[in-house]
């Protein structure tokens, strides 16, 4: 829920949120460390007067025909109003303790001895919270000997008064400060996602097959947001231009074949020959099969764009890979094909998808088995192996066939192109498939002659440790 | 016929009456309002205020006890202290003992906008607040001294007693100090301001002077001839003698004067608090000040508040400076037991002795205050 709401709640909201807490709880921690600053500082300030008028009084302090006597100065309580609306008490206690003049029932301070110099303490004394100082004045007389005391009082109100405008003045340009801050925060916030906005409306107002780049002028933060929303158009329109040619292609592609096999079984429903409509249904018979291949082909090459874009790679190892494909590729009652399979690669082991790699090599397969059966033998090799110059499993596939000429081997990997030189029945999407798995893989795939006739195609995939993430 | 209560006034403050005077003001309609007021203050200088006052409160019964100032300070401390009753609203022209009250605790805070409406020197936190102003004037015989001798300041006075001393020698009267709280505080102001105060004491004690507990004897004599100068006698009760008697003259001293104000306080303890604030409140407001003023012949304290009596030359400029009596800490200073004692005894040493034997008795000499403060 909280969760839910935070995820919900306003880029700005949160961070006033966030900068609201922290502004709070930095002032109340300022307002109490400023209040205890200022109650120090306003101590400091008052304690020196209730000192003066401690000293002032003790120095009247005196024995006069064997009594201790005092001669409180007009300026030493008259100084005291210095905090107007504090009240005074003061005491005047001979050494014995018994008091000679002043309020009898003053507090004494608990711990404090009383020596020469003033100090200070607070006590509650007729209701009101005091801030006593308290001062001795050695008395050396015959008759009188010891240490006379003096202790002056004043209630705190001007302290606190002082304490508070002292904290007060500390925290108000802070919180004058925190208030600029979020605004502009607020102000700042709404400018930074200002462009947001505008590539937000940009997007909005787009009609729904403008797939062109967004033009909006991006700060650098956002550069990456717009640089990807760009890209992934520009995927979007390619993969769309794709999708379209491969649709009429594929519509045109089954279109012949079958308008072709509707042709000859029309001729053969005229035939009465027995002999001539047997070759009529064998024709038919080839044309359907080369059909359903080209079907298979095109949902083979449908699956591996989809997988490549939509599953998620795994460690996979090619020789088993490969040896599953063998098994899928190759007809067992095929006679005169020699697989020789050999691998060095020790478990090569790639980030991939089972299905996808498995479908690339079975199509690499197919490919030697119907083009290879023409050339010298019909030996197909398929080697494994670790190429550490450039960190990839290679898996090459030779075959004895006519192989490719030179300037066919770019366009061979496009749809429905084929081999010039051949005859035999193809789909044309062989090694289009091929292709996009490799693509899909990170991979790179090669056509090479092969010594004494024949083709090479060399499947690479960069090793899992040199972590090269597909594209 | 306003002046009929007046001249019993005076009756009664001629008898001196040493015990306390109290007076009850029956409530006007029914009710069960009760107010217990100590006053220092002659009873006819505030009962019109307090008529009025019961005008706006007729439930309110108002017992009104007239006492000196030290005896008001000694019996409600010792009545709050025994937890006894006593009163719900003290007023004392003696500033000293009244701040005291409010600095040891026994005042409760009042607050409202007339009493942010007084003067800053004349109030306490919100717990005493001044009700009058009220100068320390010289009062001489108009008949008696000629013009050339009337004292403008203390200087004059005191030049005066020394060059005239046969003239002036026991026809000199001032407050014993001692008996009088009022006399008490404008006495140690006088020594907080310093300066000629030693000397004026020295020439007083050298001249005889006559002390008198209460300001009516003294407004008396001087009236009669008996005395020709008062110093330090307040101003509102020479101002109302001198309305009633040609022969009175008043002199603000221009080289300072002393003005105190009458403070309130409303008793912590009060019994009748409710009462006690409608009452300060009172007499701290303009309607209340206006009839201190114009009735009870007092000086507002308020500076918005003007009538005859506060048109006597209460300004700075014919007056010279005015020293108001803070309510403040430095009041505390001569309440002390030893200073009060340390400032009686060159007092008593030099003027008290023979001054409360009138008309002679200066066989002793007036070299013993010689020296002293």
């Known amino acids: 829920m909280i969760r839910a709401l935070g995820q919900r709640l306003s880029l700005r909201s949160k961070l006033l949120l966030f900068l609201g807490a922290l502004s709070l709880g930095g002032t109340i921690v300022l307002a109490v460390a400023a209040l205890e600053y200022g109650r120090r500082a306003a101590d400091q300030v008052y304690d020196q007067l209730l000192a003066g008028s401690a000293l002032a009084i003790a120095e009247t302090v005196n024995v006069i025909d064997r009594k201790l006597e005092a001669d409180l100065p007009y300026a030493a309580l008259d100084m005291l109003s210095l905090a107007p609306d504090d009240r005074v008490f003061y005491r005047i206690a001979a050494p014995g303790g018994e008091t000679i003049t002043g309020y009898s029932d003053l507090p004494a301070p608990e711990t404090i001895g009383v020596t020469g110099h003033p100090q200070f303490f607070d006590a509650t004394y007729r209701g009101e919270m005091v801030r006593f100082g308290i001062l001795g004045r050695l008395v050396v007389e015959p008759a009188v000997q010891g240490w006379a005391t003096v202790q002056v009082g004043q209630t705190r109100r001007a302290r606190e008064a002082l304490a508070r405008s002292i904290a007060f003045d500390a925290i108000t340009p802070i919180l004058a400060l925190t208030a600029l801050a979020l605004a502009l925060a607020w102000i700042g916030v709404t400018l930074a996602l200002r462009p947001l906005v505008r590539v937000g409306l940009d997007l909005r107002l787009r009609r729904p097959t403008d797939l062109h780049p967004v033009a909006v002028p991006a700060p650098h933060e956002i550069e990456l947001l717009v640089d990807s929303l760009n890209r992934f158009m520009q995927r979007l329109r390619s993969n769309m231009g794709t999708m379209q040619s491969f649709i009429a292609e594929a519509a045109h592609q089954i279109r012949t074949p079958l308008a072709s096999l509707r042709v000859q079984a029309q001729t053969a429903l005229d035939e009465d020959d027995p002999a001539v409509l047997r070759r009529s249904l064998e024709r038919i018979e080839r044309n359907a099969a080369l059909a359903s291949r080209l079907t298979h082909q095109l949902l083979s090459h449908a699956m591996v764009v989809h997988r490549g874009e939509a599953v998620a790679f795994e460690p996979v190892r090619l020789d088993e890979v490969v040896r599953q494909a063998i098994r899928e590729a190759v007809p067992l009652a095929e006679p005169g094909i020699d697989i020789d399979f050999r691998d060095t690669a020790d478990g090569a082991t790639v980030n991939g998808d089972t299905v996808m790699l498995r479908e690339a090599v079975k199509n690499v397969l197919d490919n030697a088995v119907r083009h290879g059966r023409a050339g010298a033998g019909g030996s197909i090799v398929i080697r494994l192996f670790t190429d550490r110059t450039d960190a990839t499993h290679c898996l090459s596939v030779s075959d004895g066939g006519p192989g490719i000429k030179e300037p066919h081997r770019a366009r061979v990997f496009e749809r429905f192109q084929r081999g010039s030189a051949t005859e035999a029945p193809g789909s044309g999407l062989g090694l289009a498939i091929v292709k996009s798995v490799v693509d899909a893989h990170g991979g790179r795939v090669d056509l090479t002659d092969r010594e004494g006739g024949g083709l090479v195609v060399t499947l690479r995939f960069p090793t899992l440790s040199a972590g090269a993430v597909p594209a | ?373």
């Not at chain 2, 040891?104 to 942010?116: I, L, Q, T, V």
Request: negative net charge; without cysteine.
């Open chain 2, 1 to 373: 016929m306003t002046r009929l209560p007046l001249v019993l006034a005076l009756a009664t403050l001629l008898a001196s009456p040493a015990a306390a005077e109290t007076t009850v003001f029956p409530r006007l309609s029914s009710g069960d309002g009760e107010l217990i007021v100590y006053s220092s203050t002659d009873l006819d200088t505030l009962s019109p205020a307090i008529a009025d006052f019961q005008v706006l409160h007729p439930a309110i019964e108002i017992t009104y006890v007239d006492l000196d100032t030290a005896e008001l300070y000694d019996s409600f401390v010792a009545e709050v202290d025994a937890g006894a009753p006593s009163a719900d609203l003290l007023l004392s022209s003696a500033m000293d003992l009244q701040f005291k009250l409010a600095n040891d605790g026994y005042a409760a805070a009042h607050r409202s906008s007339n009493a942010e409406s007084i003067p800053d020197w004349a109030r306490w936190r919100n717990h005493a607040f001044g009700v009058t102003f009220e100068p320390a004037v010289i009062v001489y015989n108009r008949e008696l001294v000629p013009p050339a001798h009337v004292p403008n300041t203390r200087f004059d006075l005191l030049r005066l007693i020394r060059e005239q001393a046969d003239t002036y020698r026991g026809r000199i009267v001032t407050y014993d100090i001692e008996e009088s709280g009022v006399g008490y505080l404008l006495a140690t102001q006088d020594a907080v301001v310093g300066g000629v105060f030693g000397s004026l004491l020295e020439a007083l004690g050298r001249s005889q002077v006559v002390l008198k507990g209460n300001t009516s004897e003294m407004l008396e004599g001087i009236a009669e001839g008996r005395y020709l100068i008062g110093y330090n006698v307040l101003g509102s009760y020479a101002q109302v003698w001198a309305e009633r008697n040609r022969s009175i003259g008043i002199v603000l001293p221009s080289d300072y004067t002393l003005a105190i104000s009458r403070t309130a306080i409303i008793s912590a303890a009060a019994q009748h608090p409710q009462e006690a604030h409608h009452f300060l409140d009172y007499l701290l407001s303009v309607r209340g000040q206006r009839v201190l003023t114009d009735k009870g012949r007092l000086f507002a304290v308020r500076p918005e508040v003007t009538g005859p009596y506060s048109r006597i030359g209460i300004s700075e400029n014919r007056v010279g400076p005015l020293r108001s009596i803070q309510l403040g800490s430095g009041l505390l200073v001569y309440l002390d037991r030893l200073k009060r004692e340390k400032f009686l005894a060159p007092w008593r040493e030099g003027i008290g002795r023979r001054g409360r034997e009138p008309e002679g008795g200066g066989a002793e000499g007036g070299g013993a205050a010689a020296g002293q403060p």
